[in-house]
């Protein structure tokens, strides 16, 4: 799929940036083909199916949209934040995943933050192996920025996300089992396994300080 592909509205389905199998073994192609292509466009085709009467809502970035839903009337809002947040998280998600990273790990402040968490590396990796793992039905994973730009680990279920209670997505995991069934069927585990050795840490690097500036 592509941005040309996509329906007609306010909001449209980013390009992947990438290539289908450029995260192949640990994220499948077909798997990338159809959450991208399918998974994702449908959240944009909902989103503004949404908010086809709400010229002064299309205006709005999906950002801020979930930000503030109350802003958004209860007829719509349901659907706006299930398909906004699914296109918000999913265009996030694409960015955090490279293979072949150069960045193998946080530095700097974030390295910080991360040791504020963690006692070291392995024991930030089981933490949120388990957290993960934790997560009942289809959801996220997510390090998030507080307000005090302190560094946090939250899930959330559906499509909700941390901007919905006020924090600032650093960067997510994505549970719904559409994310990795066709090659890991029920070993979420393993996803998990796999989705570590494909986090784009130079953007999440860049990312941190943005929002922690
Ligand atoms: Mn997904």
């Keep these: 799929a592509s941005a040309q ?5 306010a909001h449209q389905l980013p390009e992947l940036g990438y290539a289908l199998d450029a995260l192949e073994p640990h994220i499948d192609a077909k798997t990338m083909e159809i959450h991208h292509g399918k998974h994702h466009a449908a959240y944009v085709t909902n989103l503004n199916k949404a908010l086809a009467d709400r010229p002064d809502l299309q205006k709005l970035s999906v950002e801020d949209l979930l930000k503030d839903l109350s802003k ?13 947040g699914g296109h918000y998280n999913h265009t996030l998600f694409w960015k955090t995943l490279k293979r072949d990273n150069r960045m193998e790990h946080p530095e700097g402040s974030l390295a910080d933050a991360f040791g504020e968490l963690f006692e070291n590396k392995e024991q930030a990796v089981e933490e949120f192996t388990k957290k993960a793992l934790a997560v009942f039905g289809s959801g996220w994973l997510w390090f998030s920025v507080d307000s005090g730009k302190k560094l946090k680990l939250e899930s959330s279920p559906n499509q909700d996300n941390p901007l919905m209670n006020g924090r600032q997505p650093l960067f997510g995991i994505d549970l719904w089992e559409h994310a990795y069934y066709l090659r890991y069927q ?19 690097q860049q990312r941190w300080e943005k929002l922690t500036a």
Excluded: C, L, M
């Design 5 to 9: 592909s996509a329906p007609a509205g």
């Design 72 to 84: 958004v009337p209860e007829g719509i809002r349901t659907a706006v934040r299930n398909h906004g």
């Design 186 to 204: 029920n070993r979420r585990a393993d996803y998990v396994k796999a989705f570590g050795q494909v986090v784009n840490w130079e953007f999440i």
